[in-house]
């Protein structure tokens, strides 16, 4: 067994030797190579959109003024379909009401450009209103359906009723009644004579975009927004809305505010389909309610999904694909055209689960290069499309040899842990706030009821920091519910919880896990189709909040969990251990000072756990480190302070060896469970 | 108010609420058993009606189109079942796609069958007075209509074996099955009973809105918001919510228009998730799925 002196004299020996190996040279290179392959990136993609743009002006200019005219629609319907790629591809929020708030601001646009375009002699200005009038829609929905918790499947109901409720109340306004200054509304009439796009430069006269030149416009804004949501996509703002879409639970726990990054793209989503609107408006001079109906909705929502939806690109597939297969029926009010988008629908869905345009790169990939037919593991789906977000190359995957995290060195001097690093670069930005690390958790007379059942009945419990510490207690204890009430999942019925002295008693997941909480879920909550690697920056991201050295730190992490060779396969495809470690390194990465554990070597081979048992005897030199475990074979090996469950009430405390003795405590607990692991604990919650 | 004006508002505010529940009594039934978010639920309601408005156009009776009708209806919802719900379990966002693809289509062979102007049953059953007041003896069959198919769909539900093995399916389908249900077929009759409720509404509708294929759109958001809002014991919160929404939409309908009234039902639907996500009957902890 490990003794306490065996640790220090460690912990010594690592804070005197931090320039170890490849460290620096490793976390330098990784940031080189991830500048390199970020604006290669981008530079590619700035290619490939100048030549489609200037194709497309080129074409624009070739063909007779109307088809210019018919593609300034598909144009515009790309915008809207961004928009929805944005908001469901990127950050998964199912939104059917991306057509709505495209009404919303063609109906912004028509009003506003009515009253003044006449005085003012632009509408550039109408435009603006559009895009803000489809944000302020978007966050007055996004607000009641996200800050209510509302899952996904509601919100996609809730958007989907409000579209069909605003189409109603459009509809009733027929008459001269309703009008707005110059506008009149016009209800199923729809409103007509909307301005077209007009600008008037300084001093000089209004001057009205022609058919070409709106061409011009409409696909240059598309293309732009294209570009701005691929780049998205490899910063920390599109990654994190990758991250809540994945995984909702793990985002809040590393401490992002999940609610408030959903309200914040679904406003965007609402902007860009605003924008689309009012361009709608301005192109038809017409605005109809009937952009409101259920058709429009579905529209969207098939153009997304035969491009595939997280792909960028498969916005102006889906939209060309889709619109040019209606206009080839017969127009897209045409009967048919309203059957083949149920078909698709139907179709899509029963058939090609990712996308047509996804679907058939696979069956190409896989027709042409079967032998790699095993990289479709590969982060699917988030990192099967290039245009996903995702993590650039790390370096020291290539400049050391892999290792594993113990095993290779049981108990010899490569067994450091990270936090021995603070005086290096990655230290200057993830950090202990008072360079003191480990805080003092405590517990103040903490009661949970569900309904009539006491789950925990006036608990009062203090961990001390640099040192584990152990609860252990029969199913149905209140293990588990402690656990919850300490993360922020549940809410106490009384009592406070203290983290150095604050009080958090209130506080959310997320904004607990800011102040340097870092928790690890029984069931291994992580980004399961994200690579190992970008579950690792996502933490170290929430913590620093610097792209760079957030990189760097996971890299290193990564290392020192011994996942190099695995760091890009989707975590899904890994071993449970690995899963684990993973979890574990994830708490770690956001350079906790207290790190929650509950039940770490579940479902763990004997090796697994040994391992595991020392990666947190080193943990606890840096942190508090508080397990919930089950396995009282581990727990005797951990050699921490014990504080016994019983009933909901804290039984006795001590060390396994006093605990041992305590017939009352052999009674409830050693009696029934020293045969070795029992398996997990879930039903304490009752 | 005078006590005939009192009734006169009850009875208005009676109908808004039974007909709120008797459209959203279907879709309760299929999301709340099988967690089937079925988006063509107001086309199956659409179905009810047209299959009502064919029976009584080749010399059926009303009454006995209307029974034909519900019969069609869940047939038709067994077809889907069978075809089309069964494959896509436990993948709710392609179950809403899926079956909005499957309204889009029913709305449009619809139209071309029928056409898109407004159909008539005329409305039998005269009127009755009270005091100075005059109402429709339909509107009132229909609100019986309504609570009793709620009453035999809770019956149905607790006092059965069916309705006992329905539940079981629902609840924990994996140790239903270990037990010896067969959670496949339960599944399928679950959905086609639900589709048998929105062809009631259809039928009993038919004869007091207008019978068009977009008539759907009407419906399916109110039903949904009932639904929504119910929350997790799926007949008592119906009930419950179309209580509380339907007197939303009937008093501000009365106070301004009824399009008004439709969007305070959406703003009261939305305001009561906000601060109840799980719904009315969420806070329950133990409730029952009834």
Redesign the interface.
Known sequence: MRTPAAGTERAASVAGAPGQGDRRPGSGSARLRARISTSRAGLSDLVVAAIAGGLLLLAGNLVAEFTAFEWTLWAIEVILALSLVLVWGYCGI?SFGQAAVYGIGGYAYGVFALNVAERTGETLSALVVAAVAGAVFAAA?GY??F????S???V???T???A??V???V??TAGSAYRIGDAVLGGYNGMTRIPRITYRLPGGDPTTLTRVQFFAVCTGVALALALALRSAGRRPFGRIAVAVRENETRSSLLGYDVRRHKLLVFTLGGAIAGLAGGFYAAWGRFMSPTVF???PA?LV?IWV?VGGRFSVSGAFVGVLVVEGLSSWLGGPSG?RA??L??????????GL?GGVVPTLGRLWREGVRPSLAGAAIRGDPAGSDPSSPRVPESGPRHDRPPSTPASTHPGGEAEVWLGAGAGDEAGKTIEDGDGAPGALLEVHGVSKR??G?TALDDVTLAFVPRQPSCIIGPNGAGKSTLFGVLTGYHGVTAGTILLNGEDITRLGPHRRARLGLGIKMQVPSVYDALAAQENLWLAAYAASGDRDAAQRWAARILARLGLCEVADLAVGALAHGQRQWLEIGMALATNPSVILLDEPTAGMTRDETERTERLIAQLARHATVVVVEHDMEFVRRLDAPISVLHMGGLFTQGTFEELSRDERVLNIYLGRGADGPTGRTDADAG | MTADGAFNAWFSLMTTVSVLLLVSLGLAVVFGLRRV?N?AHGEFIMFGAFATLTATRAGIGLWVAMLIAIAVTAAFGLVVELA?IR??YER???????T??????L???A??IYGSVTEGIPTPLGSFGVGDYSMSTYNLMLIGVAWTLATVTWLLMRRTRHGLLTRAAAQNPVMAAGLGVNTRRVATWTFAYGAGLAGAAGAVLAPVVGVIP?MG?LY???S??AV?VGGPAFLAGTIGASTVLGTVENLVSRGY?P??G??M??VA???I???L?QGLTGL???GGLV
């Open positions: 199912f929905l009641f359906m800050y209510g918790n509302l996904n499947i509601y996609a109901i809730v989907l009723a409000t069909l409720v189409f109603a109340i509809n009733s109906s259920l058709k579905a929502v999904l009967d309203s059957l988008v149920g078909a698709l629908l139907i179709g899509i869905v029963l689960r569900f309904g059942v | 978010i988006l089309m494959h896509l709710p966002a392609d179950t809403m796609l899926a909005w693809g499957l309204s889009l289509i709305v449009q062979v139209a071309n977009t759109q399916v958001a109110r949904f918001m929504i228009t399009v008004i439709q969007a039902l959406l639907a939305i305001v998730l906000r601060f996500p329950r902890q133990r």
